[in-house]
C-alpha cells in the first residue's frame, strides 16, 4: 500500500480524504454512530468454481485451504481495485486507513465452553492466495494457543481486573482519545473493532447466515457473515435440472464511508473474482489508490 506522507489533520492510523463532495463531509455529523448508518444487503455466491479451487490447492499442498482463505483473498482483491471501500469515520472525519486489515473470531477448540479470541491479519494490495493462506493460518495457529496468546487476549484480561466503575472510565477515556486519533496504539494494536472488514463463518456452525452490526467503538465500516453450504436442484436453459451449490452472504456497511454506486460496483467485482478464484494465484496486474 503507498505510503503517503501525513500531513496536519491526518492521524497515525489513516490520511484524511480530503477531495470529496460538500455533503459527503455534512453527513457524519447528521449521523454520528456508525449504527445509525448502516445498510443491510445479502447475496448467493455460486461455490462450484470455489470448490474445485479448493481441491486443487489442498492438492498443491496448501494445509488447512478453505473457502474462508478464498472469500477473504477476494475481497482483499477487490479492495486493491475499490480502495475507497477501505475508509472509516472517526470524530464526524472521514479518512482512508493506512492499512488493509481483517478482524475475526477464533475459537481455540470446538469445545461448547472454550475461550474465544479475535485476531487482526494485515493484508497488502498486491497478495495473492498463497500469501492470504499463510498469514490468516500464522494467526491462526497462535490464536489457538493455550492461554492468552493474543494481544487482545493479554489487554482484555489486564482491563477485566479493574473494578466496573474505573474500567467504564476506562473504555470512556479510549473513545475520546480515539475521536481525536491519540489513543495509545498499544490498544488500536489489540483492538478487533480497528480493521477494515471483520468476516464470520457460520457455515462452521451449520447455520445461515445473520446480518451482523457494524460496531460504534472502532472504525470497521463492513460486517460480513456468511453461512453453510447449500445444495440446490435448478432447471437450466435447456430443461434440464442441474445441481447448484451455494453460500449465502449477509454484509452490513457504514454507508458514509463512499457512495451507493461505488458499494455497489465494489461487490459486484467482489461477486465475479468469487466466480473466477484462479485469478488470485496472481498479484493484481495493477492497485488502485484513493482519491486524495
Do not use: W
Not at 472509516?88 to 472454550?114: E, P
Not at 496472481?282 to 488502485?288: G, K, N, S
Request: with cysteine.
Amino acid at each position: 500500500m503507498k505510503k503517503r506522507k501525513k500531513r496536519l489533520g491526518d492521524r497515525y492510523d489513516g490520511r484524511k480524504v480530503r477531495s470529496l463532495p460538500p455533503m459527503a463531509y455534512l453527513v457524519p455529523y447528521i449521523m454520528t454512530n456508525r449504527a445509525d448508518s448502516q445498510n443491510y444487503f445479502s447475496f448467493r455466491i455460486d461455490i462450484d468454481a470455489i470448490e474445485k479451487y479448493i481441491r486443487e490447492k489442498r492438492n498443491e499442498g496448501l494445509e488447512e485451504f478453505g473457502f474462508m482463505h478464498v472469500f477473504v483473498a477476494s475481497y482483499v482483491r477487490m479492495v486493491s481495485q475499490r480502495p475507497a471501500i477501505n475508509r472509516f469515520i472517526a470524530g464526524h472525519k472521514i479518512y482512508q486507513s493506512d492499512r488493509m486489515t481483517l478482524s475475526m473470531m477464533v475459537k481455540k477448540s470446538m469445545d461448547l465452553n472454550a475461550q474465544e479470541t479475535a485476531i487482526k491479519v494485515h493484508f497488502e494490495p498486491e497478495d495473492s492466495i498463497y500469501d492470504v493462506h499463510r498469514r490468516m493460518n500464522e494467526a491462526v495457529t497462535e490464536a489457538k494457543k493455550e492461554g492468552d496468546s493474543t494481544a487482545l487476549d493479554s489487554v482484555a484480561r489486564a482491563l477485566f481486573k479493574l473494578p466496573s466503575p474505573i474500567l467504564a472510565g476506562v473504555v470512556g477515556l479510549m473513545r475520546f482519545l480515539d475521536y481525536f486519533g491519540i489513543m495509545p496504539k498499544i490498544i488500536h494494536k489489540a483492538s478487533p473493532f480497528h480493521a477494515t472488514f471483520f468476516v464470520s463463518n457460520l457455515g462452521s456452525l451449520g447455520i445461515a447466515p445473520i446480518y451482523h452490526h457494524v460496531y460504534n467503538f472502532g472504525h470497521i465500516p463492513v460486517f460480513l457473515v456468511f453461512g453453510a453450504k447449500e445444495t440446490k436442484y435448478e432447471m437450466n436453459k435447456d430443461g434440464e435440472v442441474i445441481r447448484r451449490r451455494y453460500i449465502d452472504c449477509k454484509v452490513v456497511t457504514d454507508e458514509r464511508i463512499t457512495d451507493g454506486h461505488y458499494f455497489a460496483t465494489a461487490f459486484k467485482l467482489l461477486q465475479r473474482i468469487l466466480k473466477n478464484p484462479a485469478q488470485l494465484d496472481q498479484a493484481p496486474e495493477t492497485v488502485a489508490e484513493d482519491i486524495e
